[in-house]
């Protein structure tokens, strides 16, 4: 196990994070602790490939795991048995017009492993205010007015950070993650971090790259000119069974 201590951030919202490649082996990824949630400190940690994780009554800790766990916009797999099933679905894709509900909904699904959630009332507050100003995002599934999945993350540039997905019904994340994906893909946004390395996700398309590669592909998406803002009217509305 390394012995080297990690970083202390300033009280500053702009003071700046540990070059990245100095994240612990073990725990892998833990880079830095302290600094708070405002917007511009986690902007600041996304665009150089570091994001929050931690518990109620842990300081907040900061993350850059090895290695970064991404999706390719244009390689998320759906089994067929699945989209044979989303033939028939009535299932209904939109984008921030629920943001609360699917951040809420994530802080309340269980984990496998998981004593809790790491999304703390803190965390709520502050990426709902990332949202208001256009920063985060979520895709939301629905089956007439219920909802029964989501997905919500970070977007900058051309880049999105994926945070958490939910599922009220079976295969509901699953389809707002394809369909995230597809949107992506059409704008020309080429990835999504996934973070950690996670064999469901693998399942599903998801490639590990080595932590210098990925924060050499996020460095030129992140400063791409791409305006921010809600994703309703861009995103449309998209039937499940167009996934399939």
Not at 6 to 29: C, H, K, M, S, T
Not at 236 to 241: E, S
Request: aromatic share 10%.
């Amino acid at each position: 196990m390394s012995r080297l201590p990690i970083a202390l951030l300033g009280v500053e919202p702009d003071a700046p994070f540990p070059p990245a490649a100095r994240a612990l082996r073990e725990p892998n990824g833990l880079l830095a602790a302290g600094g708070d949630l405002t917007p511009t400190r986690l902007l600041n940690a996304y665009r150089q490939g570091i994001f929050p994780w931690y518990s109620a009554g842990q300081p907040i800790l900061w993350w850059s795991p090895y290695p970064r766990m991404v999706f390719a916009t244009d390689g998320i797999r759906l089994s067929s048995k699945f989209r044979r099933g989303l033939r028939k679905s009535n299932w209904i894709l939109r984008a921030d017009t629920a943001f609360d509900q699917v951040i809420a909904a994530c802080a309340q699904s269980p984990r496998p492993g998981q004593d809790g959630t790491w999304i703390t009332p803190e965390m709520l507050a502050a990426y709902r205010e990332l949202h208001r100003m256009g920063h985060a995002h979520s895709v939301e599934v629905f089956d007439g007015d219920a909802l029964v999945g989501g997905i919500y993350g970070v977007a900058i540039g051309q880049m999105f950070f994926g945070e958490s997905m939910f599922s009220f019904e079976s295969g509901g994340s699953k389809v707002a993650l394809a369909g995230l994906a597809r949107a992506l893909h059409h704008w020309g946004w080429p990835l999504i971090d996934a973070q950690v390395e996670n064999h469901h996700l693998q399942f599903m398309g998801a490639q590990s790259l080595p932590r210098g590669d990925f924060l050499g592909r996020i460095g030129s998406l992140v400063a791409q000119d791409e305006k921010h803002g809600a994703w309703t009217g861009r995103f449309g509305r998209m039937a499940a069974r167009e996934l399939a």
